[in-house]
């Protein structure tokens, strides 16, 4: 799930980005956030790069976030595109706002 991550830069990667209504929801949920200050997606390869000002986002902040992707990652490889499937992933997404 996490690919790449420095301070300043995290790169997500999973076939649940490239399900559209998904990625618009993390990405709303992120853009509320003052500290983000970028995020590209690729909906054919399913990855997400969030481009953040570390100085707003201490790393204690950010250091749940592996826990929180692990747990993603594991629910989203049971996913299925049904709609059951897509308000779990969903839900789970609503957590995206307290790491930025």
Known sequence: ???????????LRAPIFKESDLVEKARALLQ????V??????PLT???LIEYSPS??????LLPMQDFFA???AEAQHFDGSAECRKKISGMLDKLENFF
Do not use: C, H, Q, Y
Not at 32 to 35: P, R
Not at 37 to 42: A, Q, R, Y
Not at 56 to 61: D, S, T
């Open 1 to 11: 799930m996490i690919t790449s991550f420095f301070p300043g830069r995290v790169r």
């Open 32 to 35: 509320k956030s003052d500290a």
């Open 37 to 42: 200050k970028k995020i590209e997606t690729n």
């Open 46 to 48: 399913g990855s997400v």
């Open 56 to 61: 707003k986002v201490p790393m204690e902040k």
């Open 71 to 73: 747990r993603l990652a």
